[in-house]
């Protein structure tokens, strides 16, 4: 039943449909960031960092992907079924992935006021190279048996996963989550090496 209400809606208004269940995925990703790999707890949750991840993901990501799917359906063709798969997962992971990754980054530390050129600087490439041991995969499998309507979908179930640690890299600036802080001997100086 709510399958097909779901269906429904993706048919008469995709593009709010596919933003509104971004926008949740998204922010449940980060609550799975902050809870269950941060352990953060309940009364040190930051909400503000979820609504950020909720208006990105509703209000940037679940559009684009919308849109950005029915362009490589529409555009992206090839001499055989998997060519024309190859050619789309070659053009989402070396098109929308950087792009997305560089978007996703740079304005998350714009609206946290810190600085988007030192965030991509950290976090960038190491979320990139994760990108690549995930998305060609899930993307090949996404182009060859999913249909257009449900390929938002898709990605964003298998991204509950991916924001989590995309949430977790952004908020940890790209670093692998280790505080380097030095220990302070007894008179206040750094204790040596």
Request: with cysteine.
């Amino acid at each position: 039943m709510a399958f097909r209400w779901y269906q429904a809606k993706l048919k008469t208004a995709p593009l709010l449909t596919q933003s509104v269940t971004t926008a949740v995925l998204f922010a449940t990703g980060d609550v799975m960031a902050q809870q269950g790999v941060e352990k953060k707890g309940l009364d040190k949750h930051d909400l503000l960092r979820t609504s950020r991840m909720a208006c990105y993901g509703g209000g940037i990501f679940g559009p684009a992907a919308t849109k950005w799917y029915s362009f490589l359906a529409s555009r992206v063709h090839m001499s055989t079924t998997n060519r024309t798969i190859a050619a789309r997962v070659a053009c989402d992971q070396f098109v929308f992935a950087p792009v997305n990754m560089a978007l996703f980054l740079s304005s998350m530390a714009y609206l946290e006021g810190a600085s988007p050129q030192e965030r991509l600087q950290k976090a960038y490439v190491p979320g990139m190279v994760n990108n690549f041991l995930l998305w060609p995969w899930v993307q090949g499998f996404n182009f060859k048996f999913v249909p257009l309507e449900f390929r938002v979908l898709v990605v964003n179930f298998v991204a509950l996963g991916w924001n989590c640690y995309l949430s977790y890299l952004n908020s940890s600036g790209g670093e692998d989550g280790k505080v380097t802080e030095k220990p302070i001997g007894k008179e206040g100086g750094e204790l040596p090496p």
